[in-house]
C-alpha cells in the first residue's frame, strides 16, 4: 500500500496529515504553522499558531491577541507523527522555511526566501529534503538582483542629489522587510530618516525584540517637510500619490521592488526612480536556492509558475504547479498597502 505524502494541498492550505496542521493556511484552521509575518502568510482566525521567536511580535502586533507558540530555528518538535523545525529564510527578520519529516521523509516548505545576506535578517540556510515547496515570484531570467550594496548607493546618491536641490526624497517599500533594510543600510549622514505611520509601527515592533535600526523621524500630523529638509521618507508603497504626501512639498519619489527591473511597471507608477529592490531570491538564487536542497521533488507556489515548473524539468526534477493564495512581492498586494492614516 503506498504510504501517505508527507504534505498534501487542499483548499485551505498545505496540509500535514501526520501532524494534522497546516503550513501559511489561507482559509480558518485549528493548527497553522507559520514561515514569517506578511498578510498573505500569516491570517487571522486560526484557533493556534505556531511561528519562530522572531516573527512572533509581528504577528501579534498585526493580528492582535492570538494563541501563539514559538520556536528557536532548528529545535525539532514532534507533532502527532511529524517532527518540524524552523530554519532561516532570509527574507524578513525571523521568517523561516518549516521543514517537516515524516518516517524518514523531508519536505520543506520555503514560504518566501531570498538568498542574499542583507544585515538584517537570519541568512538564509539550505535544508537537505526529498521534495521542497518553493517559491518563484521572480522565477524568470530577467530577474537578477545587483549586491544589496550596488543598490543602496543608487538610493543615497538620488537622495543626495535630491536634498542639494531642495526637494525630499519619498521612496515606497514594504513595512515589514524592505522599509528596515532600507532605513538599516543607508547613510544617515546625509539626513533625517523620516517614517509613515506603518513602518514605523513595524519598527518599533523590531527594536523591542532587539533588531537593530538607527533613529528615525515618525511622521504624524503635525510633521512638515520644511522641518525636515533633505529628509528621506519611507513609506508603504501605496502612500505615494495621496494627500499624506503634500506635507512634503516638493518631493521625488521612488519605489524598491524587484518588480522596478521591468521598464514597464517603472513607467505605469510614474515614479522618479526604480530601485532593484527585493525580499525574494531572483532567478540565479532559485536555482541554486534549490539545488542546494538536493530535492528530487520540486512544487513551484508563486510566481511564474507555469514558466519555472516547466525549467525545473529541463534540469531533470519533479515538478508540479501548485495553487495557493500566496502573492508574493507585489505593489498592490497587502503588504504595500499603508495601514495607518499617518
Request: glycine share 10%; net charge negative.
Amino acid at each position: 500500500m503506498a504510504r501517505e505524502s508527507v504534505l498534501t494541498f487542499t483548499e485551505r492550505g498545505i496540509y500535514c496529515p501526520a501532524g494534522d496542521f497546516f503550513i501559511d493556511p489561507w482559509r480558518p484552521v485549528d493548527r497553522a504553522l507559520v514561515t514569517h509575518g506578511h498578510a498573505d502568510h500569516a491570517r487571522r482566525g486560526h484557533a493556534r499558531y505556531l511561528a519562530t521567536e522572531g516573527s512572533a511580535p509581528v504577528m501579534r502586533h498585526r493580528l492582535g491577541d492570538i494563541r501563539l507558540e514559538t520556536a528557536r530555528y532548528g529545535e525539532a518538535r514532534r507533532i502527532g507523527g511529524a517532527t518540524v523545525s524552523f530554519h532561516p529564510a532570509g527574507h524578513v527578520p525571523g521568517s523561516a522555511q518549516i521543514r517537516v519529516e515524516v518516517g524518514g521523509e523531508v519536505w520543506v516548505v520555503s514560504g518566501d526566501y531570498k538568498v542574499e545576506d542583507d544585515g538584517l535578517s537570519e541568512p538564509f540556510e539550505p535544508v537537505r529534503c526529498h521534495a521542497f515547496v518553493s517559491e518563484c515570484t521572480f522565477g524568470l531570467p530577467i530577474f537578477a538582483w545587483a549586491p544589496q550594496a550596488d543598490v543602496v548607493a543608487q538610493i543615497e546618491g538620488w537622495w543626495r542629489a535630491n536634498a542639494a536641490a531642495g526637494r525630499a526624497s519619498v521612496i515606497g517599500a514594504y513595512a515589514l522587510g524592505k522599509a528596515q533594510r532600507i532605513i538599516a543600510a543607508v547613510d544617515a549622514s546625509i539626513g533625517p530618516v523620516l517614517t509613515h505611520g506603518a513602518v514605523e509601527a513595524t519598527n518599533a515592533v523590531l527594536r523591542a525584540q532587539g533588531v537593530a535600526l538607527p533613529e528615525t523621524v515618525p511622521v504624524t500630523a503635525e510633521v512638515k517637510g520644511k522641518d525636515h529638509p533633505g529628509a528621506l521618507v519611507v513609506a508603504p508603497p501605496s502612500a505615494l500619490g495621496t494627500p499624506w504626501m503634500r506635507r512634503f512639498g516638493a518631493a521625488s519619489t521612488g519605489f524598491a521592488s524587484g518588480w522596478m527591473r521591468l521598464r514597464g511597471v517603472r513607467r505605469r507608477r510614474a515614479a522618479d526612480r526604480g530601485f532593484v529592490m527585493s525580499d525574494h531570491a531572483d532567478w540565479a538564487g532559485l536555482n541554486a536556492a534549490i539545488a542546494e536542497t538536493g530535492a528530487e521533488r520540486v512544487f513551484v507556489t508563486h510566481g511564474y509558475t507555469s514558466a519555472f515548473r516547466a525549467w525545473l524539468e529541463t534540469q531533470g526534477y519533479d515538478a508540479a504547479v501548485v495553487e495557493t493564495e500566496f502573492e508574493g512581492e507585489g505593489l498592490d498586494s497587502p503588504e504595500a498597502v499603508a495601514d495607518s492614516p499617518t
